[in-house]
């Protein structure tokens, strides 16, 4: 802004000469001056102006004087176009929008049209009664929406959002069997829901997983994190009650019933991450009958090689992710001739590569856009790619939240994979990634202990340009995580 108020002053004062210099006609300085006004917020009195013609009458001022005094004033901007301020709006975070609502009376009201709440983040703000009861006049067309904690869900369903379609939940350690049933069923258009519970959780079961398979017919994504069981008949009933279902993720789980899954047959992305106590032969025999499967996710688990090379034959399969498993470290030697029909994804294969590779898949439909070096495929495959980035930044969180070594991996790819999925265009990538690399530089939380090689692996590869480019973004998430680098 600054230096367009520079412009339009050296402007006015190149058309101030002239006027000195040379007959001008009346009209055309009314028109230049007229834009200046619309272009500046500079408030300039006519004494100012009278001087700087350098013509003064008896009366002090020119006619001039008198006139630009008029016409290069301060600039109103309560009168700018109502389709250029919700422009401006869409641009603040929540707090920012608050501040500028208070503005004035039609502020106001354009702060609380409906189509600036359609996204709404309130991870930072303790969502109460109060605060429930004040944003539910403009809730009516929320369509995404991002909580903390298991006492905001309670109060979730005060929005009276029912068009809700995304609901993702962080740190929901303390949310209940009976929260999760109420908040489903006032939501019965949610396509996708995310929860991330905690480890071991005992409080969400199977029968609130049940209630969601009934209340939500048209799920399409369900990724939890941290429930103990989940049985056959939790399975049957997403199988049977949301039969557009494509993209299931049972995240850290004690166990997970892997032969039920074979009633899942719209699946196109399965993720098993860091569960437990599944047996991995009848396992490979079931899901490599899946007939969509696309996308597969068995990172931190205890996979065999055996059980890794037969389920890549699946038919459909395209990226198989397998980060931080034991028995695949040494063993890839089973599952190399297979790497043409899918992308193998584990520590000891070159990641950056396989995304490469998979960019190659998505790139033969000639409707795929031109891609970069640090961009992942934008094309017609576009869910199969952004699936491979979630996963990747989610097991990389783990990974460097666990602070178990892999030394070697972080030095050699890990830090270029995690700046590269800083880059991507899903903030919840974003956010997630830039936690990773806040995470994995410290070797102890308590002191604070840095490790220097890391540190020095993150400013080599770019990163501090990067994550300075996030810190100055309006997402309060992103801009946070990427502060805490």
């Not at 401006?88 to 503005?103: E, I, P």
């Not at 396992?283 to 996710?297: E, N, Q, R, S, Y």
Request: glycine share 4%.
């Amino acid at each position: 802004m600054r230096e367009m108020v520079g412009a339009v002053d050296d402007m006015c004062h190149k058309r101030r000469r002239k006027v000195v210099e040379e007959e001008v006609d009346f009209d055309e300085e009314k028109k230049i001056f007229g834009q200046c006004k619309r272009l500046t917020t500079v408030a300039v009195s006519s004494r100012d102006c009278s001087s700087s013609f350098g013509v003064e009458s008896s009366s002090g001022t020119t006619r001039r004087g008198n006139y630009y005094s008029t016409y290069y004033e301060e600039a109103d901007w309560t009168r700018l176009p109502d389709d250029t301020l919700l422009k401006v709006f869409t641009l603040l975070n929540n707090r920012d929008r608050a501040s500028l609502a208070s503005v004035c009376k039609g502020w106001r009201i354009l702060a609380a049209s409906p189509s600036l709440w359609t996204s709404l983040d309130i991870r930072a703000h303790a969502l109460d009664s109060d605060m429930t009861s004040s944003l539910s006049s403009r809730c009516a067309k929320l369509q995404r929406l991002r909580f903390q904690g298991g006492s905001a869900a309670n109060a979730i369903v005060g929005l009276q959002a029912r068009g809700l379609r995304d609901l993702s939940g962080d740190h929901c350690r303390d949310l209940s069997d009976a929260s999760l049933c109420m908040m489903v069923a006032r939501h019965e258009a949610l396509e996708s829901l995310q929860l991330q519970i905690g480890d071991d959780c005992e409080r969400i079961t199977n029968d609130a997983i049940k209630v969601v398979a009934t209340c939500c017919p048209k799920l399409k994504c369900l990724r939890i994190s941290g429930i103990r069981d989940v049985d056959s008949p939790t399975i049957g009933a997403l199988a049977k009650n949301c039969p557009d279902l494509m993209d299931l993720a049972f995240f850290d789980c004690t166990s997970v019933d892997d032969m039920a899954l074979a009633a899942a047959t719209s699946l196109r992305f399965l993720s098993v991450a860091g569960s437990r106590f599944i047996s991995w032969s009848s396992a490979a025999d079931v899901w490599i009958k899946l007939p969509h499967l696309t996308g597969l996710d068995v990172s931190r688990t205890d996979i065999t090689a055996s059980a890794a090379a037969r389920l890549m034959v699946a038919p459909k399969l395209k990226v198989f992710c397998a980060l931080n498993c034991a028995n695949l470290e040494h063993g890839n030697e089973a599952a190399a001739p297979l790497l043409n029909s899918s992308v193998l994804l584990t520590q000891c294969t070159d990641i950056q590569k396989g995304l490469a590779s998979l960019i190659s898949i998505d790139a033969r439909s000639p409707t795929c856009r031109k891609l970069t070096d640090s961009s992942i495929c934008k094309g017609c495959n576009l869910e199969l790619t952004e699936w491979t980035e979630w996963m990747l930044s989610h097991a990389l969180h783990k990974m460097a939240d666990s602070n178990s070594g892999l030394k070697s991996f972080w030095l050699k790819q890990g830090t270029a994979l995690m700046l590269r999925l800083v880059q991507s265009q899903q903030e919840d990538v974003q956010e997630r990634a830039a936690t990773a690399l806040a995470t994995f530089i410290l070797l102890d939380n308590e002191i604070e202990s840095v490790d220097s090689a890391r540190a020095e692996a993150v400013m080599h590869a770019g990163g501090i340009a990067h994550l300075l480019r996030l810190a100055k973004s309006f997402r309060e998430g992103v801009q946070s995580e990427a502060a805490k680098v």
